[in-house]
C-alpha cells in the first residue's frame, strides 16, 4: 500500500482536525490530495484565519482537488484502492448525511462512496452536538457500511493541558482507525 490519503475538510466546526492531519500526514511523507468544500473554506477562515490558498502555501506537496471534480482520479476506484484511506476532518452532518444515503454532490461524497463500496479505510471526523435521530441513523448506515464514525471527543485520561493535546487525541484516534503509527498522545497505561 502506498503512503497516500484522501483528506477532506466540510462545512462543520473543528478546522483544526483537518489542519492537523494535514500537518501531521505532511511530515510523515504521505501523498495527500486535499478537497476542501466551499463551506468547509469559510469555516477555515473563521476559525483559523487560513485560506485553501494558505494551505497550498504551507503545504506545497499536497494535490488540492477542487469538490466540483467530480471525475477526478479519487473518484476512481481503481485508483483509490491504493490509498491508505480516506479522512473526513471534519466531517458535517450535511456530508455524513449525503455519504450514508448514496447522495453525490460534490467529489467529496463520491470519494466516500467509492471508499465504502472498495472497502478503502474512511474515518468521518463527526463535529456535532447533540445529535439529533437522524444524524444517529446516518451514522449507524456509515457504520454498517464499513466506514468508521468517529466524534471529536477527546479523552482525558492522558491528562491533557492544552487544546492541542487534546486535538492531538481525536487525530490520533483517526489515525489509529487507519493503522498509522503515531506519536501524538500517551496511550492508556498497561
Not at 64 to 87: H, M, N, P, Q
Not at 91 to 107: E, H
Not at 132 to 137: G, K, L, Q, T, W
Not at 155 to 178: C, I, N, R, W
Request: charged residues 25%.
Amino acid at each position: 500500500m502506498d503512503k497516500k490519503v484522501v483528506l477532506c475538510i466540510t462545512g462543520a466546526s473543528g478546522s483544526i482536525y483537518g489542519y492537523r492531519l494535514l500537518e501531521v500526514l505532511h511530515q510523515m511523507d504521505f501523498e495527500i490530495d486535499l478537497v476542501v468544500s466551499t463551506a468547509g473554506a469559510m469555516v477555515l477562515k473563521e476559525e483559523l484565519d487560513l485560506s485553501v490558498k494558505d494551505l497550498q502555501d504551507r503545504f506545497q506537496k499536497i494535490r488540492l482537488v477542487s469538490e466540483k471534480a467530480i471525475g477526478d482520479r479519487i473518484a476512481s476506484g481503481s485508483r483509490l484502492v491504493k490509498y491508505a484511506g480516506v479522512l473526513v476532518a471534519p466531517c458535517s452532518m450535511s456530508t455524513l448525511g449525503c455519504v450514508a444515503n448514496g447522495i453525490n454532490q460534490n467529489l467529496i461524497h463520491r470519494v466516500c462512496e467509492t471508499a465504502l463500496k472498495e472497502r478503502v479505510p474512511m474515518v468521518l471526523i463527526i463535529r456535532e452536538t447533540p445529535y439529533s435521530v437522524v444524524h444517529i441513523e446516518n451514522m449507524l448506515k456509515v457504520s454498517k457500511a464499513g466506514g468508521v464514525i468517529l466524534p471529536a471527543s477527546p479523552a482525558f485520561y492522558h491528562k491533557p493541558q492544552t487544546v492541542q493535546e487534546m486535538v492531538d487525541f481525536v487525530v490520533g484516534k483517526a489515525l489509529d482507525s487507519l493503522r498509522i503509527e503515531h506519536n501524538l498522545y500517551r496511550r492508556w497505561k498497561s
